[in-house]
């Protein structure tokens, strides 16, 4: 968590694949905004539910497809996101 947010500086932060906001959330808690996108409105769900949830932005849809409005100092994607099972 410390290298994050130490490369996001004074952020903001785009996670991709956000899910339920393992790393956002805590992220956030130092003080950096933090936005996502996520494909599950499941996943939206447990994050919005958890403290701090519901103060995190996301688009719903496709990393890959969707559009974000503005800049971001840091986009990351955890390394799990890309594995197959």
């Known amino acids: 968590m410390a290298l994050l947010a130490q490369l996001a500086g004074d952020g903001p932060a785009?996670?991709?694949?956000i899910g339920a906001g393992r790393l956002a959330l805590p992220l956030a808690a130092?003080?950096?905004r933090v936005d996502g996108i996520?494909?599950?409105p499941a996943m939206v769900a447990q994050l919005r539910?958890?403290?701090?949830g519901e103060s995190i932005a996301v688009t719903l849809g496709d990393?890959?497809?969707v559009a974000v409005a503005?800049?971001?100092?840091?986009i990351y994607v955890v390394w799990n996101t890309f594995s197959t099972s």
Do not use: C, Q, T, V
Not at 14 to 17: G, H, M
Not at 70 to 74: I, K
């Open 70 to 74: 503005g800049e971001y100092r840091l």
């Open 30 to 32: 130092h003080g950096i």
């Open 49 to 52: 539910s958890k403290p701090g």
């Open 63 to 65: 990393f890959a497809d």
């Open 14 to 17: 785009l996670e991709l694949a």
């Open 38 to 40: 996520e494909l599950s």
